[in-house]
């Protein structure tokens, strides 16, 4: 192992991807610069909120990064989240993922719910002229001189056609806005742990988010259950009142008597699943059909 | 309600009379002669849109207005015009004009040595009660910024319980024309509530009003408020509440261009931009089972915080308040007679 060298890098990707993208930043990741340890890194990867990046390496390790193992062979990456998608942007050595190798020039796109893992070329120069140049570390340093070293690489086939440069941003497809108010959705810690973890199947899923609701309830967690409650009512500029509507809906019951000893009964179809137990019946329905499928009411009453 | 239309000097014979009446207040004996005497007197489109997760309802509506100040006393006359009225449930669409025949509607009086308000009852008793103690609690320098911690039971609704909400207001002068004006602008973080019918409510708001500095004549006013309400297991319910206020010269044009006042900028985008106007899903259910307190509660706020904005200057504010706050729940303008059902090909 040649050790895990991390250094804080981008945080909001602007720029981006198929088949020549790169990335841009708008603010700088912090708290993390200087770890040169490998359970820094793993835990940088943890705390990555969606829509920050970190650059990590020259690693030889194994790490644990959105639901899935990835193998990195002296390589010198970037890791991400955007609303979309995961990515690993590589500069030098390999990074491999479920079966895909992404060599330096390229990345892996991971997509949610267990989605097959893509390999990507990037735009070496945008991503190069992203980097953020208060940043002189050596990890910098050595992700300059690779990207450099890329873009010198893909300018021919650039100026000859054979490769094209073209608007779509893997860390922020769509506007700028657009992706922001995505994060506020699926992006957040709770959501996205479910839908980047092992288990894909629906039921694991939705079980996943009705255990998930039902511990945000009981521990009178406001800002995580707002996660799960369904943003749809609420429009673009809601996130505020979901955890106003989550702190009372928490208050309106003694849900820790309620939900205690509660088993899990699932219903008829996906959208309707139960908790059973000595406190009661509580009914979780969610709305299927949209990109995850959130809360949309939770009803103490014995039906259902 | 008090009529104080004949202690004015004129009879609004007809609807909006007062706005095309040469002089609506006389000075009452020689001391009341020395002191001067301020008069303002127009005409106001009101516009509004409710929707309760069902139904959209626009209603716009022509309202005279008249305040005459003196020495800090003052007295005001509504008066409601002819307006039209837009109702869409699903397909169907219901349209209409109304027209309105009465006097003047509502008749108030401030009483500067007091600091209360007389008149329509339901209006003086909001007021005295309610929004005279945010008044107290607001700063009273020309340009400020300060934050009103309350709960719904502090505005008078019964039957609602918890989420404190604190407003952050500010308070400037503003320049449009060379004229010197006022601008006043709340907003509401999402808090939340709990109606008489059991529903849980989340509700947030933003709002805004530029006056005439001396005669605190309400020029422009708009406010957006946001909810989302549900009962027990049901579906949640959004709630939007949009209002607009434009004043109107005789001549018919509107007395400012707010989007010519750089300060209005973000608040015209907040309150009415690109996300103030995003569609909201439809909840598929019975228009008669939707709570209206949302929509009741955001009037009320309004008003309220538009009075701790203005301070005492903002009886012209109060009675456009008076104005929306008798057209809530079943006073609304039924959209009669015209119908245009959308049926399916």
Do not use: C
Request: glycine share 12%; net charge neutral.
């Amino acid at each position: 192992m040649r050790g895990v060298l991390l250094l804080s890098m981008i945080a909001v990707g602007f720029a981006g991807a198929v088949p020549v993208p790169a990335i841009a930043q708008d603010r700088l990741a912090t708290g993390i610069g200087g770890t040169s340890v490998a359970d820094g890194a793993s835990r940088a990867l943890e705390d990555l909120a969606t829509g920050e990046q970190v650059l990590i390496g020259p690693a030889d390790a194994t790490a644990r990064f959105a639901g899935r193992d990835v193998r990195l062979d002296g390589a010198l990456a970037v890791f991400g989240y955007a609303s979309d998608v995961a990515y690993i942007v590589v500069l030098d050595g390999e990074a491999m993922m479920g079966g895909q190798i992404a060599r330096p020039g390229r990345m892996l796109l991971i997509p949610p719910f267990g989605g097959a893992i893509a390999v990507e070329r990037f735009d070496a120069a945008r991503l190069r002229d992203a980097l953020p140049p208060e940043r002189s570390g050596p990890a910098f340093q050595m992700a300059r001189a690779r990207l450099d070293y890329l873009a010198g690489r893909q300018a021919p086939a650039i100026a000859l056609g054979r490769l094209q440069r073209t608007s779509f941003n893997v860390a922020a497809s769509g506007s700028a806005s657009q992706e922001a108010r995505r994060r506020a959705i699926v992006g957040s810690s709770a959501i996205r742990a479910i839908r980047f973890s092992d288990d894909n199947s629906m039921p694991g899923v939705v079980r996943d988010i009705v255990t998930g609701t039902a511990t945000a309830l009981v521990t009178g967690d406001a800002e995580r259950l707002a996660q799960f409650i369904d943003p749809l009512p609420f429009g673009p500029d809601g996130t505020s009142a979901r955890t106003a509507f989550a702190e009372a809906l928490i208050a309106r019951e003694d849900w820790s008597r309620r939900l205690s000893g509660a088993v899990i009964v699932p219903g008829a179809g996906d959208a309707l699943w139960r908790l059973s137990g000595p406190g009661g019946n509580t009914t979780f329905r969610l709305r299927l059909g949209g990109e995850f499928p959130f809360i949309e009411s939770i009803d103490t009453g014995e039906q259902g | 309600m008090i009529g104080i239309s004949g202690r004015l000097g004129f009879a609004a014979s007809s609807a909006l009379a007062l706005a095309l009446s040469p002089v609506i207040a006389q000075p009452a004996s020689s001391n009341d002669a020395v002191m001067p005497v301020v008069q303002t007197r127009g005409l106001v489109l009101m516009m509004t849109q409710t929707y309760d997760g069902v139904a959209t309802r626009s209603v716009s509506q022509k309202v005279g207005l008249a305040q005459s100040e003196r020495g800090g006393d003052r007295w005001m006359v509504v008066v409601y015009g002819e307006g039209a009225a837009v109702e869409r449930e699903g397909r169907a669409m219901s349209l209409g004009r109304f027209e309105n025949r009465g006097g003047s509607e509502l008749g108030l009086l401030y009483d500067a040595g007091d600091q209360t308000l007389s008149g329509d009852d339901q209006l003086a008793r909001f007021f005295n009660l309610f929004a005279r103690p945010l008044i107290d609690r607001s700063p009273a320098a020309a340009s400020a910024r300060w934050t009103l911690r309350l709960t719904p039971d502090q505005l008078g609704i019964v039957g609602t319980a918890g989420g404190g909400l604190g407003a952050t207001l500010s308070r400037q002068n503003v320049a449009w024309d060379d004229r010197r004006l006022l601008l006043v602008a709340y907003t509401v973080p999402a808090f939340s509530y709990r109606t008489m019918d059991g529903a849980n409510v989340a509700h947030w708001a933003r709002g805004a009003a530029v006056t005439d500095l001396l005669t605190g004549e309400v020029l422009w006013n708009a406010s957006l408020h946001r909810a989302v309400g549900q009962d027990g297991g049901a579906q949640a319910r959004p709630y939007r509440y949009a209002m607009s206020a434009h004043a109107f010269d005789e001549a018919g044009r509107p007395k400012i261009d707010v989007n010519a006042i750089d300060a209005m900028r973000p608040l015209l985008e907040a309150i009415q931009g690109e996300d103030a106007r995003s569609p909201l899903p439809i909840v598929a259910r019975p228009h008669g089972g939707a709570d209206q307190a949302p929509l009741e509660l955001a009037t009320l706020l309004d008003l309220a915080l538009l009075s701790a904005g203005l301070g005492d200057t903002g009886l012209h504010a109060v009675g456009l308040g008076g104005f929306l706050l008798s057209r809530t729940g079943a006073n609304q303008p039924q959209p009669l007679p015209s119908t245009i059902s959308g049926a399916s090909r």
